[in-house]
RNA sequence: GGAGGGAUACCAAAGUGGCCAACUGGGGCGGACUGUAAAUCCGCUGGCAUUCGCCUUCGUAGGUUCGAAUCCUACUCCCUCCA
């Protein structure tokens, strides 16, 4: 990834919708014409897996290192055991080190996957705060960093001003100047000039650029630059499906549930999504987006946006799976699966081990959670909602022996639309 | 401190001795339609029982009655008004 260098990026971000806010916009552009600048953005362990809103800032960070520039993903393995109260109302509960120490590895290791650290021209960078902010001493802090905030401009920042109301702990409070310090010693190390975020990091950022410049007398200048929330066309938070986040961790969220999740994506959000996810240039989205005015029942949009960032998420061969896994699921297909398909395709989803073949169907509905209770299995039978290895049943009395077994030993029961189950039968 | 009103199923809200497992609306879930959409229409929405039916539920605990969500008593919580 040695791309040229390109002055266009902010263009290209702001075209795409990713600026929000900007410390100014006309001196970075500046900056930005006269050669590749490094750039930061900071991540703290706060779950052991980053999850699709994250995947905004990773990408920005990603379009910089296309365009050239040196990009540089922080992890927070100090931070992360402090706790940011930004965008947050109450108090967070601190995590042992053990975990946060964990948490930081597995970021690492997914951060590692949008970025090419082997580049001649440009190589990414991964770091963690951790290595300078454990050894700061408490009389350094406040000597030579600390001395630069005033409480004034700390009390005035949205993070701890909302938070005055009800409470927040000069823990908490601390945070900004943290962040404000790994901003700081990126920039004697590495000449960081730029650190992105979302839009709750603004307070942050701006305290990182102030410090900079107290430090060296006002004379010198960084750059801040926060990207949207992303939201849905109801105003509501992208990102979170039935069943809680969308995580990248394919332990946590499958590739074919996180392929489904873009997949469903509404009319109204799709062009939006493909512009701050996807890599595709301007000119194509347009195609697509011409595709969801003349054709939308095709949703070649959506399948283009679940596809390409499946793609660079998980793989070429997860995407292939996630393909194939809806391709059997919604088309009636289910027996044409792979042992690895369907244990992907079931993953999340409830099951449960019977061992009486002899058990009725209604049963099974209670056992593997399609139903709340046996009136209730009655009643999706008797509605025909219950779809089992793609046959529908209807007879209410039908026992585990005279269904059709799946590989031998798997139901595959599909209750109404999208809701699957398996139940899969061991010997007594 | 005084006066009054209220607590019903996921939420809202009827019911004021038997016809109440409880009107109605929302939500949720199914079905039809469709684009794995929106809108619309239809059905279901305490549990057990293949039928009769049985069991648990209307703030909590008791009581009256053949029978209570509905009447009585005590308790808990909430709201409004006057101080």
């Not at 902010?133 to 600390?146: A, C, E, K, N, P």
């Not at 993070?159 to 700081?184: K, N, P």
């Not at 809806?326 to 690895?340: N, P, Y």
């Not at 099951?351 to 169907?361: F, M, N, R």
Request: hydrophobic share 40%; with cysteine.
């Amino acid at each position: 990834m040695s791309g040229e260098f390109s002055m266009d990026i902010l263009k290209d971000l702001q075209a795409r919708g990713l600026i929000y806010q900007s410390t100014d916009l006309d001196a970075l552009q500046d900056r930005l014409s006269k050669g590749p600048i490094t750039l930061y953005c900071g991540f703290d362990p706060t779950a052991d897996s980053l999850h699709i809103g994250h995947l905004v800032t990773v990408l920005t960070l990603r379009r910089f290192q296309l365009a050239g520039h040196h990009p540089i993903a922080l992890v927070g393995g100090a931070t992360g055991l402090i706790g940011d109260p930004s965008g947050r109302t109450s108090e967070r509960t601190l995590n042992s080190r053990e975990i946060v120490t964990e948490w930081t590895e597995k970021l690492k290791k997914q951060l590692s996957r949008f970025l090419d650290f082997e580049s001649s021209s440009n190589p990414a960078k991964m770091v963690n705060n951790y290595d300078w902010i454990h050894s700061l001493d408490v009389i350094t802090f406040l000597r030579d960093i600390g001395k630069n905030f005033t409480i004034n401009s700390m009390l005035a920042k949205e993070s701890v001003s909302s938070r005055l109301e009800r409470g927040i702990s000069f823990t908490e409070f601390s945070y900004m100047i943290l962040q404000a310090y790994d901003f700081y010693q990126l920039h004697e190390k590495y000449q960081c000039e730029l650190q992105v975020g979302g839009s709750d990091q603004w307070g942050n950022i701006t305290a990182g650029t102030e410090l900079i410049r107290r430090m060296h007398e006002e004379k010198v200048t960084v750059h801040g630059l926060t990207l949207p929330l992303i939201t849905k066309s109801d105003g509501t938070k992208f990102g979170k499906s039935a069943s809680g986040a969308v995580w990248l961790d394919p332990e946590k969220t499958s590739p074919y549930a996180f392929y489904q999740f873009l997949l469903n994506v509404d009319d109204h959000d799709v062009i939006k999504l493909l512009k701050v996810f996807t890599f595709l240039s301007l000119e194509e989205i347009k195609e697509l987006e011409q595709e969801v005015a003349t054709r939308p029942e095709k949703r070649v949009a959506q399948r283009t946006l679940a596809e390409e960032v499946t793609r660079l998420v998980h793989g070429e061969e997860a995407l292939k799976r996630a393909v194939n896994i809806t391709q059997a699921l919604f088309h009636g297909e289910i027996r044409k699966l792979t042992a690895q398909e369907i244990a992907e395709a079931f993953q999340d989803v409830p099951s449960a081990t019977i061992t009486d073949h002899q058990l009725p169907l209604v049963d099974v509905l209670v056992q593997t959670g399609a139903a709340k209770s046996k009136r209730e299995a009655r009643e999706f039978i008797t509605n025909g909602a219950v779809t089992v290895n793609d046959v529908k049943v209807t007879d209410l009395t039908i026992k585990v022996d005279e269904l059709d077994h799946l590989a031998g030993k798997y139901l595959v029961i599909r209750r109404g639309k999208k809701n699957y189950y398996l139940c899969e039968l061991a010997q007594a």
